[in-house]
């Protein structure tokens, strides 16, 4: 992870209040999380860091596109994704995170928000990703003429299913 060196922030450095950060994301990135369900994607992400004597409070802004395969005509398509998130750092004795609050040492020098930024990324992907959403006329045509295929009839004569319909 040291390649992702350029998303630590140095907490020590920075004086009490909001500092704008922005972040460019490749498809290099998604390269360092092993088993990454994102192959190639390209994202800008503006992050509002405001430091206060007891907790740190990040405002993610991510903003592109991901290169996925559609789900209805399995076309590559690039997938437009935008989200905000937030998340709270405290101080603690521990480091330790749970669902809302991250809790940090407060002698930490730098945090690096790249892990974050990967999580809210792949948490922002749709669970139906759809050329257009809504519209199945932008699907490959090629590939939606066999999924609009109509099964035969049930009650046409199968042999195999004669077979079958024999052994009761």
């Not at 009490?16 to 192959?39: C, L, R, T």
């Not at 792949?122 to 003429?145: F, H, Q, S, Y």
Request: hydrophobic content about 35%; overall charge negative.
């Amino acid at each position: 992870m040291e390649s992702l060196n350029h998303f630590s922030i140095p907490i020590q450095g920075l004086k009490d209040g909001v500092h704008p950060f922005k972040f460019q994301v490749d498809p290099a990135f998604f390269q360092h999380f092993a088993e990454s369900p994102i192959e190639a994607g390209s994202f800008e992400v503006n992050l509002s860091f405001d430091k206060r004597p007891d907790m740190l409070v990040l405002d993610f802004s991510l903003n592109g596109t991901v290169r996925t395969a559609c789900d209805r005509c399995l076309t590559d398509i690039d997938l437009p994704v935008e989200d905000q998130q937030q998340l709270i750092f405290k101080y603690g004795l521990v480091e330790k995170e749970n669902a809302e609050v991250v809790y940090l040492l407060r002698d930490t020098s730098e945090l690096n928000v790249s892990k974050y930024i990967y999580e809210y990324i792949c948490l922002a992907l749709p669970m139906i990703k759809l050329c257009e959403e809504g519209n199945p006329d932008a699907c490959n045509d090629e590939m939606t003429k066999y999924l609009g295929r109509e099964e035969k009839d049930p009650d046409t004569n199968n042999p195999i299913w004669d077979q079958l319909k024999n052994l009761k």
